[in-house]
């Protein structure tokens, strides 16, 4: 004759069963939290990554021109440099940009543009600027981003001279 040996199974209580869930569901929610973290932070390096390839495309722009078209506030506001809008910053929200040139190591007046939207304004106008040696440019970006949409600003500052680095 053979004898049944029946072994106790236990099963989880109620309380186990309900600090599991509650553990799990809190490891979702910190994951998910970074998540959205990790993104926001993603989309803040990539508005500043724009901002400053706008930065730069504008400073090289300026480069490439000679002197007499860096110091015209007429050709600076036209087509050829501030009237059309930069690769890159339509990734920007409600995006501003403010060209200022001022006489280096000189005292006067300057030179003041700003873009907002598709609209160019001469602000202040140095016509000096053509018979000066060197100017500072100080080119700056100003637009809503990161969390919450807050303003945030980019600037860059160059000196330009008069017949290249190589003369001055």
Request: some cysteine.
């Amino acid at each position: 004759m053979i004898l049944s040996k029946k072994t106790n199974l236990s099963g989880t209580s109620l309380i186990e069963t309900t600090i599991a869930a509650c553990t799990s569901a809190i490891f979702l929610g910190s994951l998910f939290s970074l998540n959205m973290t990790g993104m926001r932070m993603i989309r803040t390096a990539r508005e500043a990554s724009s901002a400053s390839q706008v930065l730069q495309q504008r400073i090289e722009s300026m480069r490439i021109a000679n002197w007499h078209q860096v110091t015209d506030a007429t050709w600076l506001s036209s087509d050829q440099l501030l009237g059309t809008s930069a690769a890159g910053s339509e990734r920007l929200n409600v995006m501003k940009e403010t060209l200022r040139l001022e006489p280096y190591g000189s005292a006067g007046g300057s030179t003041q543009i700003e873009r907002v939207g598709s609209t160019t304004t001469v602000v202040s106008r140095n016509d000096a600027l053509l018979t000066g040696d060197a100017m500072k440019v100080i080119w700056t970006v100003d637009y809503s981003g990161g969390p919450s949409s807050k303003p945030t600003t980019r600037q860059t500052v160059a000196i330009l001279a008069q017949g290249g680095v190589a003369r001055w």
